[in-house]
């Protein structure tokens, strides 16, 4: 694979007439195979002392194909196990694999077995294949080379992501190429921001040469300058949701600027887990928020307590809490467990004050009236809450679009329709 770097390298540095005379002396399959001369160079792996190489590229770039290709050279540069992890097993099997068995020449074609996937290379490298729809199926093996394709559009982005960090120990070089037209998830914002990560950005229309002229027109004249052309083909990161109830530049507005003011008001407020606590390891996490009332009128989000925690270490945070900013009152919902969360809040402390609270309505319809808070300028944040406001972003009228469960969110929309709306509001909501 060295010597084939090298005369592609070679090849791509010649002068046109040089660069044709060259050419004609390979045979045209030999030709094929010489992925190196063909790529563009935002297709190819950067130098360094990298831990993921993150693609963000555009529709019909031709991330598949980088991926491909750079499993290829892994495993001839002495990669001996891989992790090959696509959106659903379909893709594994029809994108991924396929395309993997194309770029081989016949003598370095690997074997497929499916169900489940296991392909194995003539040099003894074996890659092994995972979706995200699972992403428990990555524990127990290690690996030296992974390649994620379209991490952005998994059902379990963040838990596929950390799972296979735990896998990524094998060999002296562990390295991971992810692929994927970007959507505003906070794993993938934080894969961007990780030092260990280089990103290789690029457009649909880098491809042009491999696309036909009346599907790029018709693309450019449809949706270029339009929000879904600047995700799906410039493969911009837009943290804005459409239909989001809060924006970006409302929570930026929405910063504590001077001193916090004296409370009227504090409550804590628990958004239990959907399995009552008993899987913690599969379970949303137990969203803690505490709010408060001015005495002018706003309310403060004062602090995130959100864990991922057993009943008695959820309970006890949320306790201490309670104490630590001297609150009127614990209120929790009881769709999911609430008759279970007083009890754990009365077994850590008896005399606290609680209130238990029923929804009738989805999240999104009880969200609404606290974002409106937001656009009126009567919320405040105190202090670092970024997990929250990532949630905030994606919640829209049709329901959440972020990661899991807007489990922060939903201790925060109690937490203040509690202390800042009436009692009429309230109910209309669905709240009793």
Known sequence: MHLQKSIAASIASLGPKQRAEVLAGFAPDELKYLWRFWARPNQIAPEGDWSTWLALAGRGFGKTEAGAQWVRERVADGARSVALIAETQKDLEEVMVARLLAIHP???????????????????????????????????????????????????????????????????????????????IPVLREIVADPSTVVTKGSTFDNAGNLPAQFLERLRTRYEGTRLGRQELNAEILDDVPGALWTRDMIEQARLQGQLPTMSRIVVSIDPSGTGGEDT?????VG?????????????????????????????????????????????????GGAMVEHVIRTIDRKAA????????????????????????????????????????????????GDGS????????????????????YGMLGVV
């Open 281 to 285: 390891e599969r379970a949303d996490s």
């Open 288 to 336: 803690i928020v505490v709010a408060g009332k001015g005495v002018d009128g706003l309310g403060y989000i004062l602090a995130d307590r959100t864990c991922d925690l057993s009943p008695a270490g959820w309970g006890r945070l949320a306790v201490d809490a309670y104490h630590e900013f001297s609150a009127d009152r614990i209120i929790a919902e009881r769709n999911y």
């Open 406 to 425: 807007p489990d922060r969110l939903d201790a925060a929309v109690w937490a203040l329709s509690e202390l800042m709306l009436d009692s009429y509001t």
């Open 106 to 184: 016949p003598g370095e074609r690997p074997h497929v077995r499916f169900k489940p996937v296991r392909v194995t290379w003539p040099n003894g490298a074996i890659a092994l294949g995972y979706n995200g729809t699972e992403p428990n199926q990555l524990r127990g093996p290690e690996f030296d080379t992974a390649w994620m394709d379209e991490l952005a559009k998994y059902r379990y982005a963040r838990e596929t992501w950390d799972m296979l960090q735990f896998t990524m120990r094998s060999g002296q070089d562990p390295r991971v190429f992810v692929t994927t037209t970007p959507r505003p």
């Open 354 to 401: 609680y209130k238990e609270v029923v929804a009738s309505r989805g999240k999104a319809v009880r969200a609404e009236p606290v974002a409106s808070l937001y656009e009126q300028k009567r919320i405040k944040h105190v202090g670092g809450l970024a997990a929250l406001e990532d949630q905030m972003v994606a919640m829209t009228r049709d329901g959440y679009m």
